[in-house]
């Protein structure tokens, strides 16, 4: 079982950064692979970023590549979203969200962090 927990949201001017973090809690949180997600008003969930568990490969939505990085610190059993250059369509909530490799379903779920950028 894994816990995780969104942080690192807020208000933030177009064209400025934000890093959400997403820790967890559980002992084979090192073992899955985290994909970060976000939700707009009125629109569909969207994937926006993934890594596996080694950290040794990544994936990124069109709408992030080139202006956002993930990453992960094992010993701290966090990942990262770095958000550079952000737009006022990045305002969202995000979550991040844990499955096992092999599967392709999410199980776990953060509760998401508020991201609002203002143009």
């Known amino acids: 079982q894994v816990q995780l927990v969104e942080s690192g949201g807020g208000l933030v001017q177009a064209g400025g950064s934000l890093r959400l973090s997403c820790a967890a809690s559980?002992?084979?949180?090192?073992?899955?692979?985290i994909g970060w997600f976000r939700q707009a008003p009125g629109k569909e969930r969207e994937f926006v970023a993934s890594i596996t568990w080694s950290g040794g490969s990544t994936a990124y939505a069109d709408s992030a590549k080139g202006r956002f990085s993930i990453s992960r610190h094992s010993a701290k059993n966090t990942v990262y979203l770095q958000m550079n250059s952000l737009k006022p369509e990045d305002t969202a909530v995000y979550y991040c969200?844990?499955?096992?490799?092999?599967?392709?379903?999410?199980?776990?779920w953060g509760q998401g962090t508020q991201v609002t950028v203002s143009s």
């Open positions: 969200a844990g499955r096992v490799p092999g599967v392709d379903k999410y199980n776990y």
């Open positions: 559980g002992r084979t949180f090192n073992s899955y692979n």
